[in-house]
């Protein structure tokens, strides 16, 4: 007859168990940008950051006077499904209000 007795833990076979944890990573991010154009409204550009950014009115104007200046400014920095719905939000607003305002993203 075996020793066997169901009512017994039998983990006595010498083995560890460890659980195994997922491994999380952070998802990659990707920054918003407006592109500078010579027929956009600057009041156009701070209404855009302000609405769809959410950025003080202070902010968007400096954040639109660097678009004007260097070409380029971010307004964001996000997981890629946001990024993308943004850009396409951004982008169909302008065009709604006949501005050639183009919105962008691209890999941190």
């Not at 168990?17 to 991010?29: G, S």
């Not at 154009?37 to 769809?52: A, I, Q, R």
């Not at 890629?80 to 302008?94: G, L, M, P, Q, R």
Request: aromatic share 8%; net charge negative; proline share 6%.
């Amino acid at each position: 007859m075996s020793d066997f007795n169901p009512n017994k833990d039998n983990h006595d076979d010498g083995l560890a168990i460890q659980e195994a944890k997922p491994k999380l990573k952070i998802p990659p991010l990707y920054k918003v940008i407006l592109l500078n154009d010579d027929f956009t409204p600057m009041d156009f550009v701070v209404e855009v950051l302000m609405v769809f950014f959410a950025m003080s009115e202070e902010l968007a104007t400096h954040v639109m006077l660097q678009i004007h200046t260097q070409g380029v400014g971010v307004c964001g920095t996000y997981t890629k499904d946001v990024a993308e719905t943004k850009v396409v939000i951004v982008n169909e607003y302008s065009r709604e209000h006949q501005h050639p305002l183009l919105c962008s993203m691209e890999a941190v």
